[in-house]
């Protein structure tokens, strides 16, 4: 079990500390929602825990068959909903891969993306289209 510290700073920020390491990350409300989007907010935060997620699992899936995906970029686009209550509705991730199209292991590397625990755990309800970018 892995715990986090989040104190309320004012100001409609947060700093959260990392049991483990004692790294902080701070949010702020995001300007739309009355907040100085100085930082981070915890919806931005939700949306990096998927991109950094599916990089991890890629590359544990990469180091086991011997595979070098330096240089592989993640963009997670995040959509809020329209409506109340105010959530994200949807994730748009395109992972830029340095290798060819043609590569042996791409269907490993691809299902290793969409099987990392934050896909995984996010609900059903929220759209989670993934686009993968062969461009080596």
């Known amino acids: 079990m892995v715990k986090t510290s989040i ?3 004012g100001g ?3 700093a959260a500390t990392h049991g483990p390491s004692g790294q902080t990350v701070f949010t702020d409300a995001p300007v739309d929602n009355q907040g100085k989007g100085e930082s981070f ?6 949306a990096t825990a998927l991109g950094a997620c599916m990089a991890t699992i890629m590359g544990i899936a990469a180091e086991r068959h011997e595979i070098d995906l330096r240089g592989m970029q993640i963009e997670v686009a995040k959509v809020m909903s329209a409506d109340l209550p105010r959530r994200i509705a949807k994730l ?3 992972i830029r891969i340095p290798l060819a ?3 042996p292991q791409r269907a490993l590397l691809e299902n290793a993306a969409l099987t990392c625990p934050v896909h995984k755990s996010l609900g059903a309800e929220m759209e989670k289209p993934v686009e993968f970018e062969w461009v080596g």
């Open 12 to 14: 409609l920020r947060c």
């Open 7 to 9: 104190r309320y700073e």
């Open 41 to 46: 907010s915890p919806t931005d935060l939700v």
């Open 101 to 103: 199209p043609e590569h």
């Open 92 to 94: 748009e991730t395109t």
